[in-house]
């Protein structure tokens, strides 16, 4: 039952030539992977070299961490663990509100002590390609990718990541 199509799908992303993590909502996402027991298998996969690609809140999943608003409240904001095959904290196609929830989230790293956090906002028309096997390499592609970085303690839009 359970178990069995929990194996049917390890085994079907075993043999994918390429890993497709769709959007949707990140929360409810990871605990789709964990309720079907996969996290650990795409982990495993990624450190061999399969080809992940997240798109929208795919994009978060793959990454390191990302934030919930409980009652939708900004003050009780919280970090939640994503899968981290990405070494990185990403938001997605949020230029318009200036990347308000990658801000919270990248002003919650600072406070728990990060080093130099730095929050990577994906364009509509951009992406980010991180090589995860080569030291975690990032190119911009499409568009510059904004940064949202901590410059003497309040959170501020960097210099963007230029095309590679």
């Given at each position: 039952a359970r178990s069995a199509r929990a194996s049917e799908a390890r085994a079907l992303l075993e043999d994918a030539d390429m890993v497709f993590v769709s959007g949707g909502d990140v929360e409810l996402g990871m605990k789709v992977i964990h309720d079907r027991d996969v996290a650990g298998t795409l982990r495993t996969l990624a450190r061999r070299g399969k080809p992940m690609f997240?798109?929208?809140?795919?994009?978060?999943?793959?990454?390191?961490?990302?934030?919930?608003?409980?009652?939708?409240?900004?003050?009780?904001?919280?970090?939640?663990?994503?899968?981290?095959?990405?070494?990185?904290?990403?938001?997605?196609?949020?230029?318009?509100?200036?990347?308000?929830?990658l801000r919270v989230l990248v002003r919650l790293l600072h406070e728990r002590g990060d080093a130099s956090p730095v929050g990577y906002g994906l364009t509509r028309k951009g992406c980010l390609r991180v090589d995860v096997l080569d030291g975690a390499g990032l190119q911009a592609m499409g568009t510059p990718i904004p940064r949202i970085v901590v410059k003497r303690g309040a959170v501020v839009e960097g210099a963007p990541l230029p095309l590679g």
């Amino acid at each position: 039952a359970r178990s069995a199509r929990a194996s049917e799908a390890r085994a079907l992303l075993e043999d994918a030539d390429m890993v497709f993590v769709s959007g949707g909502d990140v929360e409810l996402g990871m605990k789709v992977i964990h309720d079907r027991d996969v996290a650990g298998t795409l982990r495993t996969l990624a450190r061999r070299g399969k080809p992940m690609f997240g798109i929208s809140a795919g994009s978060l999943m793959l990454a390191r961490e990302w934030v919930r608003f409980p009652d939708g409240d900004d003050a009780r904001a919280e970090i939640f663990r994503c899968l981290g095959i990405a070494p990185v904290h990403v938001d997605a196609h949020s230029e318009d509100d200036g990347w308000s929830e990658l801000r919270v989230l990248v002003r919650l790293l600072h406070e728990r002590g990060d080093a130099s956090p730095v929050g990577y906002g994906l364009t509509r028309k951009g992406c980010l390609r991180v090589d995860v096997l080569d030291g975690a390499g990032l190119q911009a592609m499409g568009t510059p990718i904004p940064r949202i970085v901590v410059k003497r303690g309040a959170v501020v839009e960097g210099a963007p990541l230029p095309l590679g």
